[in-house]
C-alpha cells in the first residue's frame, strides 16, 4: 500500500488523525503533489480512489453522490456536506443506493467511513459494483482526514441533541447578530456574529486552547450563517467542528 502524497511537512495545523495517518509505516511518501491529492494507492482494489481535493470539487459541482457508510449515530454527529447516510444492511444496501439515484446505475458514486483501515466503504463499494453499478468511487482518506485537513462538517438535529445533552466539554458558537443573540440562544453558546467576521471577531472567540479536539458545534439563524463561520473555522487548527444546516428556531425548540 502507498500513500500518494506529496509534499507535506508543515504538519503544524493538521490535525492528530492526519498526522497519526502520515506515521503510519504502511504509509509511504512517493509522487509529487499536495496533502489534499492524497489517496492511498492500495494495489488491486476493484473501486478507484479519489482524493479531499477531488471530493471538494465534486461537492462544489454536484458531480456525484456522496454516499457516508457509517452507523446513523456517526453520521448525525458529523458528516461530509450533502452525504446520503447508507447505515443498511446487506441486504438493503442496493435497494437503499437505487433510491437517490433514481435507479441509474451509471450515477457517479463516492464512498466514504473512518478512515484508511475502516472497511465499510471497501466492503460496500465491491457490493454496489457486484449489482452492476458502473462508477464507484472511495474516499479512502474518509472522514478523519476530511476533517483534519479543514473539511466543513454538518451535525444532525438529532446529534447536536446528543451533545446537547451529554458532552459538557462542547463549545457552542452563534452566528446571529447581537440583538438576536441577547433575545435568546442555547445555555452557555457564545456569539460570534457571521457577519462580524471581518473585523476579526473569530480571532476574539473562547476558542477552546487546551484541547484542540474539543468539540465545536456553530449554528445560526440558518445555513448560510452557520456555514459562513464554518468556512472561516476552516483555518483554524481545530479539527472536531459540525454546523447546523437548520434554522436556529427548530433547533431552539428541539432543545427545549
Given amino acids: 500500500m502507498r500513500f500518494r502524497i506529496g509534499t507535506f511537512s508543515p504538519l503544524v495545523g493538521l490535525g492528530m488523525s492526519a498526522i497519526l495517518v502520515l ?3 504502511m504509509l509511504a511518501s512517493a509522487q509529487v503533489g499536495s496533502i489534499y491529492q492524497a489517496t492511498l494507492a492500495e494495489a ?24 457516508d457508510t ?18 443498511a444492511p446487506p441486504e438493503a444496501v442496493v435497494a437503499t443506493v ?30 454496489l459494483v457486484t449489482a452492476g453499478f458502473t462508477d464507484v468511487r472511495r474516499y479512502q482518506l474518509g472522514i478523519p482526514v476530511w476533517r483534519a485537513l479543514g473539511g ?4 444532525e438535529l438529532e446529534g447536536i441533541i446528543r ?12 452566528a446571529r447578530s447581537p440583538e438576536e443573540f441577547v433575545k435568546g440562544s442555547l445555555p452557555g ?7 462580524q467576521l471581518a473585523s476579526g471577531v473569530l480571532d476574539k472567540a473562547p476558542l477552546p486552547l487546551d484541547d484542540f479536539n474539543t468539540g465545536i458545534v456553530l449554528v445560526g439563524r440558518d445555513f448560510a450563517q452557520a456555514r459562513t463561520l464554518a468556512d472561516a473555522m476552516t483555518s483554524k487548527p481545530w479539527h472536531n467542528v459540525t454546523y447546523f444546516p437548520g434554522t436556529f428556531e427548530s433547533l431552539q425548540a428541539a432543545i427545549k
Fill in 23 to 25: 506515521a503510519s509505516p
Fill in 189 to 195: 453558546a457564545h456569539n460570534v456574529p457571521a457577519d
Fill in 98 to 127: 437505487e433510491r437517490p439515484v433514481s435507479g441509474d446505475k451509471s450515477e457517479a458514486l463516492v464512498l466514504y467511513c473512518n478512515g484508511p483501515f475502516c472497511g465499510a466503504s471497501r466492503r460496500v463499494s465491491e457490493q
Fill in 44 to 67: 488491486n482494489q476493484n473501486t478507484q480512489e479519489v482524493s479531499t481535493e477531488q471530493v471538494r470539487r465534486l461537492l462544489a459541482d454536484g458531480g456525484a453522490v456522496i454516499l
Fill in 163 to 174: 451533545i446537547f445533552n451529554v458532552d459538557r466539554t462542547a463549545v457552542f458558537f452563534d
Fill in 70 to 87: 457509517r452507523t446513523r449515530s456517526e453520521y448525525v454527529a458529523g458528516h461530509i456536506p450533502g452525504a446520503t447516510n447508507l447505515d
Fill in 152 to 155: 466543513p462538517t454538518e451535525i
